[in-house]
């Protein structure tokens, strides 16, 4: 029985961890020169040509049309 525990805690803690090590901030690069930062990665949406991200300054998800963005990548955290 507590061997079953001490795998399930350990699978939970693994799982953790991954899945805070995918949500690095991001950097979309503006056609204007502007750099946002976001919190996790933006999402496209193909059909609208809108890119949805979660503002690392402020915590509010935004919008920002495709053909204003210049590039979009990882930070080196």
Avoid at 4 to 29: D, E, H, P, T
Avoid at 53 to 67: L, V
Wanted: glycine share 6%.
């Amino acid at each position: 029985m507590k061997k079953n525990i001490l795998v399930s805690i350990a699978f939970s803690c693994a799982s953790l961890f991954l899945l805070a090590a995918c949500s690095s901030n991001q950097a979309i690069k503006t056609t204007d020169g502007k750099t946002i930062v976001t919190d996790g990665k933006p999402q496209v949406d193909e059909d609208t040509g809108l890119v949805s991200y979660k503002n690392a300054e402020t915590g509010k998800t935004e919008q920002i049309n495709r053909d204003q963005v210049k590039s979009m990548g990882e930070l080196d955290n």
